[in-house]
């Protein structure tokens, strides 16, 4: 039983100590971006979805639903680092709702102002997340301009 407390108790400060490591590191928005991410994980049956890994080895998935040119639903799931996390969350929440030409041109920069920065070593994080969106608009441009063809 005191076993079990002690474990508990080193466990928690553990976990303190983590916590406190991250936030000498990362932007509150970040670790809230992080820490609860917003859209993880796939949409069924997507209008388009791509798929992207970055220079660290690590890959970022994004499907997306497109309704008359705009973004009505975006997803992105990640096998990659806490940063790599908070930079998918902040951009689907970022393109949701955009045209799908507008949200192509939110750059690396726009998307490291809106999480309030990221660290040197992580700034690829960021890189990875925007190269995936953009993928996935020129595919869908792409199709779109097929299916036109075909008309
Ligand atoms: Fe690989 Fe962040 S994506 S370290």
New binding site residues.
């Given amino acids: 039983m005191n076993e079990d407390k002690d474990f508990e108790e080193i466990a928690k400060t553990i976990q303190r100590m983590i916590d406190r490591e991250e936030e000498a590191i990362y932007s509150r928005v970040v670790i809230r971006e992080y820490r609860n991410p917003s859209n993880l994980g796939f949409i069924e049956d997507p209008d388009v979805s791509s798929e992207v890994t970055?220079i660290?080895?690590?890959t970022?998935k994004i499907s997306l639903r497109i309704k008359n040119n705009r973004i009505i639903d975006a997803c992105f799931w990640?096998d990659?680092?806490g940063?790599?996390i908070a930079s998918g969350s902040m951009l689907t929440k970022m393109i949701k709702g955009k045209n799908i030409e507008k949200a192509a041109d939110i750059s690396d920069r726009k998307l490291l102002d809106a999480l309030g920065g990221l660290p040197e070593e992580?700034r690829?994080?960021a890189t990875?997340a925007v190269a995936t969106l953009q993928k996935a608009v020129k595919q869908y441009l792409e199709k779109k301009k097929n299916l036109g063809k075909k008309r």
């Fill in positions: 970055g660290c080895g690590d970022m990640t990659g680092c940063a790599t992580h690829h994080c990875l």
